[in-house]
């Protein structure tokens, strides 16, 4: 229900991109207008995700000009993304009043493309294309937030289960990064003017080698000469790596899950991460497990570890709410922390394309066959290539279990605005003493538990961790936690 | 059958006046409303054979799924955005026009140069690569469901070393068996090689590209079965112009191609029976012969026009610089930017000099495409450009903007 607000005296800032123009949008209900009274609402329209981790995409032609009359479902403009041209529609009636891109321009996804004058309903999924995005925050912090979320389709998955490759240490990054291009023959001249790349050839360098500070990544004169510097610098420090034989390099570009993945690291390596692991004993869970799976009325029905530990980790963080925050530090002076109230957990998965991350909400109402089914359910999707942007966002912890490939302790990495992340390994059967001191076997789980340092301390991250331990090693425990 | 057709279409011709449209058959027109329906073109023309794919797109009914199978004659296809003086060696398309005796034409004749209407890259075309097209609509859209469905067909014919790749495009892994795989999965082979084994790079068979518009999603991609062309594509997609120009739009990513080594018509049916198993419809799918016909109906003749028209081949294309002073063996730093085709902009200085020559006023707007002698008009867009100088700059640019010959 929108109530329509009086806010006579405030100019419109038509350019802005702030609370208030969400708040008007919301607030002005067009089913209130009267047939006397018309309404001018000129409203950015924004550029649409078009998937595949896509940023930004070319601008190939307009079919309208300012002041044209569109209707609903008219072309408004051609873009071009790699290997697709796509017609953008007008989703509304209205008047055209300003195109924010030329031909030839990239337009970024998230941001403004046409401003039009309504003249028809809005419902409320049109709302969301518009500048604000409907959401509680202004649209700022919607295209801050489009960069944070994993907005990836997926491409044809089979096969899909939950594994993350063992996250590297942030730390041991090369100094150039390893920036792989197509190789040779392949052209860059959208990276530097010919006269740069004139430079390269007279400084004997490869341009792709050298890192372009300028516009778009471009090349500039000044890099060229500081990678000379930089590179006879290293050569005295750096033995050459051992050829094993003549094979060439290739330079390859990056996929556009690689791309985001890289973006949202490079954040991540503010982040001080200590590790916390914590050898925990399943085989009493297993048991429950093979004792219900008896039952299950198809083998895909089976419960598998992971919806337990998710059950479990959420029970957990009822006592340890920290866990569960998360940290806004876009000002290192003032970093706000949030306390989430819903258990969102992103779910890492390994798809042919790369990893993905999907997210399961408020996993503290949910029963663990709900949990399950929802695994299923994301698993297929993105098997499917029907995971959405909205299946990636807000995220408030995330687990990521390689037990189906190996792993025993692991280092994952922390996704802001997140404070704390789990990572889960392969179980194995080992030697263990029962309480009456004899040897036993037992089915041992590691779990790998990162956290951020400067808000969780490792004292709390260890009794959480412990709780987690204790709740999945008396499975009974889990139950009388539960509401 | 053909010159048959050609021979009425004169008659008919004549006769414009008196019959106002000759449209499609009703009955052509009734199938495209048809939820499942399958094309293939006699003709080898690549114009017409993008025109009649863009005419399904825009008129076929929009829960409808369409495949279309098509075979054109030596042609290179840029995408809606490209840049055929980056990406296209121009010199060689036209042989006989040519004046310079030192660009040997590889044989292949005339080849066509045609800008299509979806993204992506550059290819080659003849008559050993088919090229299918699926038309559906966008709920039921992903990038790489009909190029599985391809993979499907090609395994079937025995060609186990092909898969999807990353990029969407289809690929036959090279090198020795690796592992047992599932089969299902189109996405990888038992030759695929994993990270740990010396990399042999997959051979790349088939290119992919889309179109996507409101209602309708279009993916179409080639397929190189048998071409005898393998060897000179190289020389035909690799423009001299390339260092020198500097540009937006999407670049090509080239990658080593192989042929399959399937016939056309072994292919042919086993994509239709992937299609028609696919897309079951009750009374059996019936493959229509499309052919020079259909261009007696409007539409797909306005749209054939235009894609045979130089300004749609040229104007089309982004923004872009072309410049000497990367070549050390010029003399004079001449840069021209181009717009939409025509120039827009450019100077001139004399290396080792320091006067800067502006491009002249009259000038701007000269389409690229329309030049038919670089040393005349480099004198006519800078004034104090001396007549040796004029030729050696002329030839240059000569070089690398060929012109176009007059069709």
């Known amino acids: 229900m929108r109530t329509l607000l009086l806010r006579a005296c405030r100019p419109l800032n038509l350019t802005s991109t702030s609370r208030l123009q969400t708040q008007l949008l919301h607030a002005v209900s067009l089913r209130s207008l009267h047939t006397t009274h018309h309404l001018n609402i000129v409203k950015p329209f924004l550029l649409a995700d078009i998937g595949e981790g896509i940023t930004e995409c070319q601008l190939i032609q307009w079919f309208v000009q300012p002041g044209a009359r569109v209707e609903q479902f008219d072309k408004l403009c051609e873009v071009q993304s790699d290997k697709a041209s796509v017609e953008i529609t007008s989703p509304f009636d209205g008047v055209i009043k300003k195109l924010h891109y030329d031909p030839d321009d990239m337009a970024i996804t998230g941001k403004p493309l046409v401003d039009i004058d309504i003249q028809s309903e809005i419902t409320e999924e049109d709302e969301a294309k518009l500048a604000g995005g409907g959401g509680e925050e202004g649209a700022g912090s919607a295209a801050k937030e489009s960069i944070g979320e994993h907005e990836i389709r997926v491409e044809g998955a089979a096969g899909v289960d939950v594994a993350e490759p063992a996250a590297e240490n942030p730390g041991s990054q090369p100094t150039h990064p390893d920036r792989r291009r197509s190789s040779g023959k392949q052209d860059h001249s959208s990276l530097a003017t010919p006269a740069v790349r004139h430079l390269t050839k007279e400084m004997k360098v490869a341009i792709t080698d050298v890192r372009g500070t300028g516009k778009d990544g471009r090349v500039l004169k000044e890099d060229v000469h500081r990678h000379v510097a930089q590179s006879t610098q290293q050569q005295s420090t750096v033995h050459t790596p051992m050829q094993t034989s003549a094979r060439a390099d290739r330079k390859m570009p990056l996929t556009p899950i690689q791309t985001q993945m890289f973006k949202l690291m490079t954040r991540s390596l503010n982040i001080p991460h200590f590790l916390y692991t914590c050898a925990t004993d399943v085989s009493s869970l297993t048991t429950l497990r093979k004792t219900l799976n008896i039952s299950a009325s198809s083998p895909d029905q089976r419960l598998t570890q992971l919806p337990f530990i998710l059950k479990a980790v959420s029970l957990a963080f009822q006592h340890h709410p920290l866990l569960n925050s998360s940290l806004d530090s876009t000002d290192p002076a003032k970093p706000q922390l949030t306390y989430r109230s819903a258990h969102s957990f992103g779910v890492a998965i390994d798809t042919p394309s790369g990893l993905l991350v999907p997210v399961i909400r408020n996993v503290q109402d949910l029963s663990i066959n709900e949990i399950a089914a929802q695994l299923r359910q994301l698993s297929e999707k993105a098997r499917d290539n029907k995971l959405a942007p909205s299946d990636f966002s807000g995220a408030s912890f995330t687990i990521s279990n390689i037990g189906n490939i190996g792993g025993g302790v692991v280092s994952p990495v922390i996704s802001e605005p997140q404070v704390a992340i789990l990572g889960i390994g392969r179980s194995k059967i080992v030697p263990a003493f029962n309480q009456q001191g004899e040897l036993v076997k037992v089915e041992e789980l590691v779990f790998s538990w990162s956290a951020d340092h400067r808000i969780v301390d490792g004292a709390e991250c260890a009794r959480c961790a412990e709780r987690v331990k204790n709740l999945l090693e008396k499975p009974g425990k889990m139950m009388v936690e539960m509401r | ?407």
């Open chain 2, 1 to 407: 059958m053909i010159t048959l057709n050609r021979a009425c279409r004169r008659a008919r011709g004549c006769q414009q006046l008196l019959i106002a449209h000759r449209r499609l058959s009703q009955s052509a027109l009734d199938r495209l409303a048809q939820p499942v329906q399958s094309y293939i073109s006699t003709s080898r023309d690549p114009y017409l054979n993008l025109s009649v794919e863009h005419y399904l797109l825009q008129k076929s009914a929009p829960e409808s799924t369409i495949l279309l199978l098509y075979v054109n004659r030596p042609s290179i296809v840029i995408g809606r955005n490209q840049n055929p003086w980056l990406e296209v060696n121009l010199a060689l398309l036209n042989p006989s026009q040519q004046s310079q005796p030192e660009t040997e034409s590889p044989g292949l004749g005339n080849v066509d140069l045609v800008r299509r209407r979806s993204g992506g890259g550059t290819v080659f075309h003849d008559e050993g690569n088919v090229n299918w097209t699926v038309i559906c609509p966008p709920k039921a859209f992903t990038r790489d469901k009909h190029a599985e469905m391809v993979v499907r067909a090609l395994r079937s014919c025995g060609v186990e070393r092909s898969r999807v790749n990353e990029r969407h495009d289809i690929v036959l892994d090279q090198g020795e068996r690796i592992a047992d795989v599932d089969l299902d999965n189109t996405h990888i082979t038992p030759y695929t090689r994993h990270a740990g084994l010396p990399e042999i790079r997959p051979l790349k068979v088939s290119g992919s590209a889309y179109k996507l518009t409101r209602q309708r999603a279009l993916h179409h991609g080639t397929c190189l079965l048998s071409s005898p062309n393998l060897n000179i594509i190289p020389d035909y997609l690799h423009s001299p112009a390339k260092p020198h120009i500097t540009a937006r739009g999407v670049e090509s990513v080239s990658s080593p191609v192989g042929n399959i080594l399937l016939s056309n018509e072994h292919f042919i049916d086993a994509v239709r029976s992937k299609f028609s198993g696919k897309y079951r419809s009750p009374e059996g799918t019936e493959h229509i012969e499309v052919g020079e016909d259909w261009l007696d109906h409007e539409p797909v003749r306005q749209g054939y026009e235009e894609l045979k028209s130089r300004e749609w081949t040229f104007l089309q294309t982004p923004q872009f610089t072309i410049s000497t002073s990367a070549d050390p063996s010029c003399t004079t730093d001449v840069e021209l930017t181009v717009r939409n085709g025509a120039i827009s902009g450019g100077h001139l200085r004399h290396r080792g000099g320091a006067v800067i020559v502006e491009l002249n006023a009259h000038s701007i707007g000269q389409r690229v495409h329309n030049i038919t002698s670089w040393p005349e008009t480099l004198s006519q867009m800078f004034t104090g450009v001396d007549c040796a100088e004029g030729r050696r700059l002329g030839a240059w640019f000569e070089r690398m903007l060929p012109v176009q010959a007059r069709t």
